[in-house]
């Protein structure tokens, strides 16, 4: 057998990346295989080019997972403090964009240079080769084989580190998936995540304010996010929806607070001060005009707020305050951030993310049923999870 190695990593992304820079560092010798032309495609592509590579407030709170405790250790022992000390120690200029997202001040080529540079400090040896398509793995004893359209090589040890199938177009696939299962390891059923949703039937007419944004509190499922909403020629986004969207099934209603900084009562109070107002102008003086447009016109209040009955008030607040969508699907992997689901943490150590039943293999990152908010989260997760396999390979 040609190329032995202490371990071979599937999918040169961030975990992978991460995972091989800590398994070097304690002198392992790595070889990872990226079928792409070149490492860290989705970091180049994140946050807008800037990489939103970490939310300093990261905890386990902010992941979805079937089982919420899963992340807890990885994540506690390799904290956003701690890759944000790793950015600072390579000179690398940040901003705190909101809510505790860090993002480069110039490009985000500086996190993959970075990656790429801890790759190659030592004492260990990380090969990292691209355009190397996995045509088959298997596990034979002590070595796990894996054979490409270049070569064949062998390792004891293997980490699933391919991501997830959103984004197609990039080349993303199910392949995790899939390999998982060829060890009888499960896989919890994936669905996009952080993800436009679309709108059809009556609320199509939404869609003719196609670029109004607004502030809201956007739910689903009970999970809340007080961020902007955006609409869109094919239904809802903005921060507020991707974040609810990775909590929403087909068929569920997504709940619209329009004016969560409103109090009780405020339309009544409005009419009090000024019966001639209408219920378009109230709102217009907190929303944007079209939006305001929009709303009032299906809340059917046309009239001066002196003619409106101050029920009829009430009923149109407690509206505003819980609309209802009720979204007729999502743009799909194709427009989705992030994938929920994946391989199972029942067949994982929290602490190693090794298998289970099967020793050797590992999987980390976006692979793995840990899905992060909005915001730097689902880095974390491939930093976190990178290390910890990395530390234990
Ligand atoms: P990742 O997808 O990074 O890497 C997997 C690697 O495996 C890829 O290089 C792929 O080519 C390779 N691969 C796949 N199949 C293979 C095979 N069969 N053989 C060999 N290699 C294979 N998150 C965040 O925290 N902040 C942000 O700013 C953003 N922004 C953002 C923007 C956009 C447009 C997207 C699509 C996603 C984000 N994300 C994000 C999410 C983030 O990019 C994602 O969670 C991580 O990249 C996951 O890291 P992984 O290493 O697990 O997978």
Request: glycine share 12%; proline share 5%; hydrophobic share 40%.
């Amino acid at each position: 057998m040609e190329n032995h190695c202490d371990a071979i990593i599937l999918g040169a992304g961030a975990a992978g990346l991460m995972c091989a820079a800590r398994a070097g560092q304690r002198g392992k010798r790595v070889l990872v295989l990226e079928k792409s032309e070149k490492p860290g495609k989705k970091i180049l592509i994140s946050g807008g080019g800037r990489c939103n590579f970490t939310n300093i407030g990261a905890g386990p709170a902010n992941f979805l997972s079937a089982n919420p405790h899963f992340a807890k250790s990885a994540l506690a022992r390799y904290t956003s403090r701690d890759f944000l000390k790793l950015v600072e120690s390579y000179g690398i200029a940040w901003h705190e964009k909101t809510l505790g997202q860090l993002f480069c001040d110039g490009s985000a080529q500086q996190i993959v240079d970075m990656l790429l540079a801890e790759c190659a400090k030592g004492p260990g040896e990380v090969d990292i080769r691209c355009g190397e398509g996995i045509a088959s793995v298997q596990h034979d004893g002590d070595t796990f084989t894996v054979k490409t359209q270049n070569g064949s090589y062998g390792a004891a040890a293997l980490v699933i580190a391919t991501g997830g199938p959103s984004i197609p177009k990039m080349g993303a696939t199910g392949f995790a998936y899939d390999l998982a299962r060829q060890f009888g390891m499960k896989v919890v059923e994936p669905r996009p995540a952080l993800v436009p949703l679309t709108l059809g039937g009556e609320e199509v007419l939404f869609r003719e304010i196609s670029g109004v944004s607004a502030p809201v509190v956007a739910t689903a499922n009970k999970a809340s996010f007080p961020e902007a909403a955006l609409f869109t020629h094919r239904g809802l986004s903005g921060p507020a929806i991707l974040q609810v969207s990775s909590y929403w099934r087909p068929g569920d209603p997504v709940s619209i607070d329009f004016l969560p900084d409103r109090g009780d009562g405020w339309l009544i109070e409005a009419k009090q001060s000024n019966p001639r107002a209408t219920l378009k102008s109230a709102l217009r003086e907190a929303l944007p005009d079209r939006l305001a447009d929009i709303l009032a016109e299906k809340l059917g209040i046309t009239t001066e707020f002196g003619n409106v009955p101050d029920k009829a008030l009430r009923a149109a607040e407690e509206r505003l305050a819980r609309w209802q969508f009720t979204p007729n699907g999502s743009e799909g992997f194709a427009k989705a951030e992030v994938t929920v689901g994946g391989i199972s943490t029942a067949e994982l150590s929290s602490k190693t993310m090794e298998s289970k039943r099967n020793p050797g293999i590992y999987a980390i990152g976006e692979a793995v049923d840990v899905t992060g908010w909005l915001g730097g989260y689902n880095f974390q997760w491939a930093w976190a999870s990178g290390v910890a396999a990395g530390e234990a390979l």
